[in-house]
């Protein structure tokens, strides 16, 4: 099999390595994406993934998990762990110390990444837990390994890794991997300056994070509108529920890739998504989709509105699907939209 571009040095790695563990029990996370692994014949793997959008691709895998849930069958029959580094070493650190928690002696580690993720500082940073050692690399991807040994227990407890903060009096408690977690971004703060006391009825947080945009509404708005939250990303569910509970404030939260899991409509779409794709390269493509599929799920009169870097453009596309557009704040860096009436 021949691997030409960038995008396939990390599945050409994969494929050098498979025949290692495609056979054997094996437990399989990390920043799976489903175009190295789909088609392969996984004959006693379990895959566990916290992105609900590569989840809906691999849910043809049988024994696709969503989330970090622990089962002590699966722990225990498994003997190797094959892990694909994410660019946030916060995230990767979070996930593996769940991971080597719950490990029997002696499993199979094998890690696979990119360079630019950092997936090289795996055998500094996992040292007090496994020796690794680089096995195979390819131009700016790299494969370690090595055998789990428990010298003293390791603890997981999900309450040590949350990161929190304060917005406007509210408590923010994130979690590694969220876009987030460090604290509330110019461009959603930019997007909260926009609220007033007006918004009603029903509001959906495309792509929720934390929920900070759908707490600091709440507060603002208070028992004039109910909330949904969604987002693709684990942790961001799990954050979002813990942030409503100890702020003491109700929204239904759940997973969702965009509008997958939808069934209803709105009478206020809010988001601050993503532009980066595979968190890498800048994109419009997931804020186009947004704009595309909003109409659908929209009530009459109902709005959108979104914030997204100043020197993207969506004039072409808001038109083609909106009637009335406007900017609401903008600076150098970002610009927050209002768009309704859709063109049907």
């Given at each position: 099999?021949?691997?030409?571009?960038?995008?396939?040095?990390?599945?050409?790695?994969?494929?050098?390595?498979i025949?290692?563990?495609?056979?054997?029990?094996?437990?399989?996370?990390?920043?799976?994406?489903p175009?190295?692994?789909?088609?392969?014949n996984?004959?006693?793997?379990?895959?566990?993934?916290t992105?609900?959008?590569?989840?809906?691709?691999?849910?043809?895998?049988?024994?696709?998990?969503?989330?970090?849930?622990y089962?002590?069958?699966?722990?225990?029959?498994?003997?190797?762990?094959?892990?694909?580094?994410?660019?946030?070493?916060?995230?990767?650190?979070?996930?593996?110390?769940?991971?080597?928690?719950?490990?029997?002696?002696?499993?199979?580690?094998?890690?696979?990444?990119?360079?630019?993720?950092?997936?090289?500082?795996?055998?500094?940073?996992?040292?007090?837990?496994?020796?690794?050692?680089?096995?195979?690399?390819?131009?700016?991807?790299?494969?370690?390994s090595?055998?789990?040994?428990?010298?003293?227990?390791?603890q997981?407890?999900?309450?040590?890794?949350?990161?929190?903060?304060?917005?406007?009096n509210?408590?923010?408690?994130?979690?590694?991997?969220i876009?987030?977690?460090?604290?509330?971004?110019?461009?959603?703060?930019?997007?909260?300056?926009?609220?007033?006391k007006?918004?009603?009825?029903?509001?959906?947080?495309?792509?929720c994070?934390?929920?900070?945009?759908?707490?600091?509404?709440?507060?603002?708005c208070?028992?004039?509108?109910?909330?949904?939250?969604?987002?693709s990303?684990?942790?961001?569910?799990?954050?979002?529920?813990?942030n409503?509970?100890i702020?003491?404030?109700t929204?239904?939260?759940?997973e969702?890739d965009?509008?997958?899991?939808?069934?209803?409509?709105?009478d206020?779409?809010i988001?601050?998504?993503?532009i980066?794709?595979?968190?890498?390269?800048?994109?419009?493509?997931i804020?186009?989709?947004i704009?595309?599929?909003?109409?659908?799920?929209?009530?009459?009169?109902g709005?959108?509105?979104?914030?997204?870097?100043?020197?993207?453009?969506?004039?072409?596309?808001?038109?083609?699907?909106?009637?009335?557009?406007?900017?609401?704040?903008?600076?150098?860096?970002?610009?927050?939209?209002k768009?309704?009436?859709?063109?049907?």
């Amino acid at each position: 099999m021949k691997f030409k571009n960038k995008e396939n040095r990390e599945k050409k790695i994969f494929f050098r390595q498979i025949n290692n563990f495609i056979n054997e029990k094996t437990i399989l996370s990390g920043n799976i994406e489903p175009s190295i692994i789909n088609g392969l014949n996984f004959k006693q793997v379990n895959i566990f993934t916290t992105k609900f959008n590569f989840f809906i691709k691999l849910n043809l895998i049988e024994k696709t998990q969503f989330g970090l849930i622990y089962n002590k069958k699966i722990f225990l029959k498994s003997n190797f762990f094959v892990y694909l580094w994410p660019k946030n070493k916060k995230e990767a650190l979070f996930q593996l110390h769940f991971f080597f928690a719950n490990f029997k002696n002696n499993t199979k580690i094998f890690i696979f990444g990119k360079n630019s993720f950092g997936v090289k500082s795996c055998v500094h940073l996992l040292k007090k837990w496994i020796i690794l050692k680089k096995i195979d690399s390819v131009k700016s991807c790299s494969c370690f390994s090595g055998y789990m040994t428990k010298i003293t227990d390791i603890q997981f407890s999900l309450k040590d890794f949350f990161k929190t903060y304060y917005v406007n009096n509210l408590k923010i408690k994130s979690l590694p991997g969220i876009f987030d977690y460090s604290g509330i971004d110019d461009g959603t703060s930019l997007l909260a300056s926009t609220f007033s006391k007006n918004i009603k009825g029903k509001v959906l947080d495309l792509g929720c994070g934390s929920g900070v945009l759908s707490l600091i509404l709440s507060k603002i708005c208070k028992d004039k509108i109910s909330l949904t939250l969604i987002d693709s990303e684990y942790y961001a569910i799990i954050s979002s529920m813990e942030n409503f509970k100890i702020n003491k404030m109700t929204a239904k939260i759940f997973e969702s890739d965009l509008f997958s899991n939808i069934k209803e409509k709105f009478d206020f779409i809010i988001s601050n998504p993503p532009i980066h794709e595979n968190n890498e390269k800048i994109t419009v493509n997931i804020i186009n989709k947004i704009i595309k599929m909003s109409s659908n799920y929209l009530n009459k009169n109902g709005e959108l509105r979104f914030v997204s870097l100043s020197c993207l453009s969506y004039k072409k596309i808001l038109n083609k699907h909106f009637r009335y557009i406007k900017i609401l704040k903008n600076n150098k860096k970002y610009t927050v939209y209002k768009v309704m009436k859709p063109i049907f």
